[in-house]
């Protein structure tokens, strides 16, 4: 298992390595700006496969209506940001309403078919494809946009790549606290010890008296709420726009096979490989961009089939 390791992160490595040097010799301004619009990106993705790997990683529910929760929670935030002005308030409004969703998709669906993957798979497929015509209906199929407050909106000069939108930044630095603080919950918490227990087994922890159902229901709605909530922030980064839940879904999925199920340092490192390597490839090699991302998902499942940071059964 070592040896695999090693050679996966050889073959990650050594052509990162070599790529990189090429491109901050031929063009540093460019390389360290693709760089940081990467890792934004990254954080983005990060925001929503983190929720994703609450509930697929780590509860074993799969959840094919989550990017229906992105999209869903970016047009409530839209909507209550219009109305009141606030972008706070929209990022509040955008989690509780996909936490809410989720929290009924649980209770009504979830519930009724734990351990049937098949039918909890077209089961969901079905309720996204509701929601999304339903948000097509409500919403329209315009496009919504709307900035970000005063004290993150505009440029901040950096070195090397002079000015990088500031809300760019942000969105790093907010990425970067929800994962320690979802990680500090999962692994230094009573309820993350709760949630692991649970899935690991759900009648042993029933027996020392513990509402399990109470404790997925929960987690569903974090993970259901931090996909509302990357909604708010990737629609006023870039836009709100039916189809954006097909894209963010097969995003997460990437991250999460990636990274490894139940991991969220896996989901971070998933993250940051898939949104370096379609913003590197939209910028050295556009006609080929689309290809490196399902390149790295082979490479990695080839070498580690449960994903970089997956743990075995």
């Known amino acids: 298992m070592r040896k695999k390791s090693v050679a996966l992160w050889l073959l990650f490595g050594l052509p990162i390595a070599v ?32 929720g994703f790997t609450l509930v697929f990683g780590l509860m074993r ?3 094919l209506a989550h990017g229906s929760l992105y999209l869903f929670g970016a047009y409530v935030g839209w909507f209550v940001g219009e109305r009141t002005g606030s972008w706070v308030l929209a990022v509040i409004a955008g989690f509780l309403a996909a936490a809410l969703m989720g929290l009924l998709m649980q209770v009504l669906v979830f519930r009724h078919m734990q351990g049937q993957d098949l039918r909890q798979t077209l089961v969901t497929i ?15 199929a315009e496009i919504y946009t709307f900035d970000p407050p005063s004290w993150i909106y505009g440029s901040t000069t950096l070195p090397l790549v002079a000015k990088f939108p500031t809300y760019r930044l942000f969105v790093l630095f907010a990425s970067i606290v929800i994962g320690v603080g979802l990680w500090l919950l999962l692994a230094r918490t009573r309820i993350g010890m709760m949630i692991r227990a649970g899935v690991d087994d759900r009648a042993m922890l029933s027996a020392s008296g513990v509402n399990v159902q109470r404790v997925f229901a929960l987690t569903f709605a974090i993970g259901a709420g931090l996909a509302g909530l990357a909604g708010v922030v990737g629609g006023t980064a870039l836009s709100i726009s039916p189809g954006e839940d097909t894209r963010y879904l097969l995003a997460s999925l990437v991250v999460v096979i990636v990274g490894g199920m139940g991991s969220v340092v896996g989901a971070a490192i998933g993250a940051l490989l898939i949104g370096l390597a379609e913003q590197f490839g939209l910028a050295y090699a556009p006609t080929y961009s689309v290809v490196f991302t399902f390149v790295i998902m082979v490479v990695a499942l080839a070498f580690k089939p449960r994903g970089l940071m997956g743990r075995s059964q």
């Not at 090429?22 to 990060?46: E, P, Q, V």
């Not at 079905?126 to 329209?140: F, H, K, Q, R, T």
């Open 19 to 50: 790529f990189a040097v090429w491109a901050i010799s031929d063009n540093y301004t460019l390389f360290f700006k693709t760089l940081l619009n990467g890792m934004t990106l990254a954080s983005l993705y990060f925001l929503v496969a983190s």
């Open 61 to 63: 529910n799969v959840n």
């Open 126 to 140: 079905g309720l996204s494809i509701v929601l999304a015509d339903l948000m097509l209906w409500v919403w329209g």
